[in-house]
């Protein structure tokens, strides 16, 4: 039997210490092996990557990162958590979206994993009259009800509380959220919602309902319009800042008006910058409530929905795992309720197989991986800590921009906002387009032979406002073409790909140029020679070294057998070659020029 000293057993206690500057130097090394000759600072830097909102993630954070001391769950500032018990009882409230009520959807739910209802009503979705129908059979004192209505919200929330009443629902056990949100209708649709209705209606909520709220401050609008994480912070900031004052002056105590309010953020892929930013957003809105004297009712109650921009319509069966991801970060940011989108969302109404995937994602997490067992598991982490505060101070200066302007429908009307995430947008389609940020099915690793997904479509949501864009949209058009061509001809646009030497030499080349072409529909031939590829265009995939070698005999001869343009799978000069492809291209621009010139409009 081993016996252990006295101090336990020290795994490290015959390993010097090592420091930072050591593993810069271990660093150095191997950039300079691949070209880089950086020292110091600079090599830690040469591995970073740059975020939105001027962020930079390190490749390596220790204890010399300091952040704030994040309190602990249930305390103010609520980083690690709004409830001191957090979710380990049960969980996150498991919440699932309806636009439309299929017989027996809504109560499959229920019975299923689901413990609370996201129903969208009026134009677009339930209507007003059905949603008693919709209803029928729920069990209204234990599953809680959010409605999304817009301009409808008046009426569907006198239907709901007319629904609580007739059947004989306590008061004090009604829990869910009325979803008034009228600057979140005008950033959608660009028109503007009298406040006064909503301000009554909180102050019958407030006085008669006291687990019910009536406002929803939606930040999807503006994720969904291409903003930042620090914007979509930043604006849901201002609402919520903008709804308090309303509420206020139309009598309600702070705490009372903190109380009526629910944020609902959207959760992406990005497994640490979701995490962070819920996070952040309860650390900003705590200050918010003690600079408004009330630091103790300061805990953000927050609704996650994974990311719609994420979503994609080719290969969508990639979407189970976009929504895993995010739903994971979701509950280990500490979000109170989640929303998992079923992967065929992009397409059109789900049907009962992805809403079934949907609900039984966050009960695998729950129940199968115990994510809910430990709160705020990512504390404490210097790459996280640092992060949401790095995150909460862009947040916090985006928020006073929009303050300073007048506030959130000031911006809302000015245009300005629209602007700030136009930009934004705008940069992260040029790493779409280069494919810096790859999705995955889409612009990477695309099907050209999947069987598409059909589904009935939604209905139209409410436009107007701010757009509504998707990650895959510029790679959707260029299919789009491919299609089409496919249905007039019966076949795909082709390109050659023309490999030269051994297969050691052309296959890491001959293997990017497929999946590019492909990404924009373009059916890559490999077999026989160019003469029987139907092809009018090739492509040289080979090494460098055989480039210098061939490239130029060998696009001359393709010419020569027909070829209109040649490619070169790399960077170089060679006679007889009209373009060049390689890692970071624009390959939408390469894309859209060869359908061009492929004469598939």
Known sequence: MTVLPDD???????????????????????????????????????????????????PLYTARDTAPDPGLPGFAPYVRGGRPEGGVAGGWDVRQRHQAA??????????????????????????????????????????????????????????????????????????????????????????????????????????????????????????????????????????????????????LGVEQALGQLEFRYAATADQFLTIAKLRAARRLWARVAEVSGAADAGAQVQHAVTSPVMMSRRDPWVNMLRTTVATLAAGVGGADSVTVLPFDHAIGLPDAFARRIARNTSTILVE??????????????????????????????????????????????????????????????????????????????????????????????????????????????????????????GSRPRIYLATLGPAAAHTARATFAANLFQAGGIEPVTEGGFEESGATEAVLCSSDALYAEQAEQTAGSLKAAGARHVVVAGR??????????????????????TLDRMGVS
């Open 368 to 489: 199968e991986s115990h994510l809910a067992r430990v709160m705020d598991p990512a504390g404490g982490s210097w790459y996280v800590e640092q992060l949401t505060d790095e995150l909460a101070h862009a947040g916090w200066e985006f928020f006073r921009t929009v303050e300073r302007d007048g506030g959130q429908a000031a911006v809302l009307r000015s245009g300005r906002l629209r602007t700030d995430l136009a930009t934004t947008w705008a940069e992260r389609s040029k790493r779409l387009a280069k494919r810096r940020e790859p999705i995955t099915g889409v612009s990477e690793f695309p099907l050209l032979a999947e069987k598409p997904v059909v589904r009935e479509p939604a209905p139209e949501p409410p436009s107007g406002g701010l757009p509504r864009v998707r990650r895959d949209e510029a790679y959707e058009e260029l299919r789009a073409r491919s299609d089409a061509h496919l249905a007039a001809t």
């Open 102 to 251: 299929p017989d027996g959807a809504v109560l499959t739910d229920l019975e299923n994993g689901v413990t609370s209802l996201w129903l969208l009503v009026g134009r677009g979705g339930i209507p007003v009259s059905g949603l008693a129908a919709a209803l029928d059979g729920v069990y209204l004192d234990l599953a809680p009800v959010v409605l999304d209505a817009g301009r409808d919200t008046e009426a569907a929330a006198a239907e709901l509380l007319r629904l609580y009443d007739g059947k004989g629902v306590d008061p004090e056990a009604v829990r869910g959220n009325l979803g008034a949100d009228p600057l979140g209708y005008e950033a959608r649709t660009g028109e503007a919602l009298d406040f006064a209705p909503v301000a009554a209606l909180a102050r019958r909520v407030a006085e008669e309902f006291p687990g019910l709220r009536t406002l929803t401050v939606d930040a999807l609008p503006y994720h969904e319009a291409g903003g930042s994480a620090a914007q979509e912070l930043g604006a849901s900031l201002a609402t919520g800042v903008a709804y308090l004052r309303e509420l206020t002056e139309a009598g």
């Open 572 to 593: 170089g000069e060679f006679a007889g070659v009209d373009s060049y492809v390689f890692a970071g291209c624009d390959a939408v621009a390469v894309l859209s020029e």
């Open 8 to 58: 336990g057993l020290s795994l490290a206690a015959e390993f010097p210490d090592a420091t930072q500057e050591q593993w810069q130097r271990l660093v150095e090394g191997v950039l300079r092996k691949s070209g880089k000759e950086v020292s110091g600072e600079a090599a830690e830097d040469a591995l970073s990557t740059t975020l939105e909102d001027g962020l930079r993630t390190r």
